[in-house]
């Protein structure tokens, strides 16, 4: 069983930065695809962003392209997200999420995750 946990939320003016780290109990992270997802009250759960096992792939949300980096350490068995340019709009509650190292494709969909972090919230003041 992952267990993830998220740290480095907080408060922030729009136009600053937030950096999100989530680290992995499992040594077996460089196997799993990590992702970060969000959800806002009231909304569904969004795809942020993912990297593949070897960090040769990235892919984001739209919402954030050109804004949010995703990175990892795999020695340090952590993920990343760094946020630029923040908007009110990117409040929300931020989870990090694992792949099982069975499933080789990166996905955007929630739901192919099978391991969650507890979140960690993200409130962008104007």
């Known amino acids: 069983q992952v267990q993830l946990v998220e740290s480095g939320g907080g408060l922030v003016q729009a136009g600053g930065s937030l950096t999100l780290s989530c680290a992995a109990s499992e040594r077996t992270f460089s196997s799993s695809t990590m992702g970060w997802f969000r959800q806002a009250p009231g909304k569904e759960r969004e795809f942020v962003a993912a990297?593949?096992?070897?960090?040769?792939?990235?892919y984001y949300g739209d919402s954030v392209k050109g804004r949010f980096t995703i990175s990892r350490d795999n020695a340090k068995t952590t993920v990343y997200l760094q946020m630029n340019s923040l908007k009110p709009e990117d409040t929300a509650v931020y989870y990090c999420?694992?792949?099982?190292?069975?499933?080789?494709?990166?996905?955007?969909?929630?739901?192919?995750?099978?391991?969650w972090g507890q979140g960690t919230q993200v409130t962008v003041s104007s």
């Open positions: 990297i593949s096992r070897s960090a040769t792939y990235t």
């Open positions: 999420a694992a792949q099982d190292s069975s499933r080789l494709s990166v996905s955007r969909a929630y739901m192919n995750y099978n391991y």
